[in-house]
């Protein structure tokens, strides 16, 4: 009896960490085609972009696309344990990484943006007058002044601790803020706050009229450009990996380029992505 109950335990710890990714992501549907695929990613769904790919694709290809809502790291998560058919993350070194360890395939350079960092428009840390994002970064822990971290190893959160790394500072204590959460709600938070955060340029453009408070305070680091690519799981490896690779490639398309490049130009009268060749000047 003794016996069994630890192999039950042992069954449970290896399930464990399955059924938290499972259980983690919101799932939303495009198109309603036999050809169904599912794709975890972050920002590109959240802000709409992904909605107009997807649709654009399930019509002329016969598809549904499912997508899990999960930061870059949690996006891989998903693909190393199969639950995904694709993901479009921003972590390059961790994509590289995959494809090397042979769970992913078809790495394919899509877009970027950048990160901007944000924060309270009287500035307390003075980061404006910074020069590169380390210097800024070194400013706001110096000042001890609030900073909101994602937290939730997403490719921000990745790229955030790249920065505090060149910045030679382990960030803690009361003025940094861990939320756990996505981009939008922990902008907001900083929001409410009145903290430092570093936001993508996409989030910031659809949400800054809902944030009076914050202001741009730093840009234009290479440092702090974020390209995107897609990862596909190997073909057979599960039942929509013909499929997503499919959709990679309209991605990669001048049809998918110009959805890209297009985006968000009509609602916020500035497109929230750059294509993949502009993203190649900055790819590592």
């Known amino acids: 009896m003794h016996r069994a109950r630890n192999v039950l335990a042992s069954l449970l710890l290896l399930l464990t960490p399955c059924l938290a990714l499972a259980q983690s992501a919101t799932i939303e549907t495009y198109g309603s085609g036999p050809k169904v695929f599912t794709l975890a990613t972050g920002s590109p769904g959240e802000l709409g972009l992904l909605k107009v790919l997807g649709e654009a694709f399930a019509t002329s290809n016969g598809a549904t696309l499912k997508w899990l809502k999960a930061g870059t790291g949690e996006s891989l998560d998903l693909l190393k344990a199969k639950h995904v058919d694709m993901v479009m993350v921003h972590a390059p070194a961790k994509v590289d990484q995959a494809v090397k360890d042979g769970w992913a395939?078809?790495?394919?350079?899509?877009?970027?943006?950048?990160?901007?960092?944000?924060?309270p428009a009287a500035d307390p840390a003075k980061i404006a007058a910074a020069k590169t994002a380390v210097q800024a970064y070194q400013d706001i822990a110096k000042a001890k002044a609030p900073f909101l971290s994602r937290g939730d190893n997403s490719g921000t959160h990745q790229k955030e601790m790249a920065v505090w790394k060149a910045a030679g500072i382990e960030p803690s204590g009361p003025w940094y803020i861990v939320t756990k959460d996505f981009m939008t709600a922990t902008l907001k938070r900083a929001e409410a706050e009145s903290g430092y955060f570093m936001t993508d340029s996409?989030?910031?453009?659809?949400?800054?009229?809902?944030?009076?408070?914050?202001?741009?305070?730093?840009?234009?680091?290479?440092?702090?450009?974020?390209?995107?690519?897609?990862?596909?799981?190997?073909?057979?490896?599960?039942?929509?990996?013909?499929?997503?690779?499919?959709?990679?490639?309209?991605v990669a398309s001048d049809k998918g380029q110009d959805i890209i490049r297009g985006f968000g130009k009509a609602q916020y009268g500035e497109a929230l992505y750059n294509d993949a060749a502009y993203a190649k000047k900055y790819d590592q």
Request: proline letters at 3%.
């Open 105 to 119: 395939v078809k790495k394919t350079l899509i877009g970027s943006n950048e990160f901007f960092i944000v924060g």
């Open 202 to 250: 996409s989030t910031w453009v659809a949400e800054k009229k809902n944030l009076p408070k914050l202001k741009i305070l730093f840009q234009g680091d290479k440092m702090l450009v974020n390209t995107y690519h897609a990862l596909a799981q190997p073909a057979g490896a599960t039942a929509g990996a013909d499929t997503a690779a499919a959709f990679i490639d309209f």
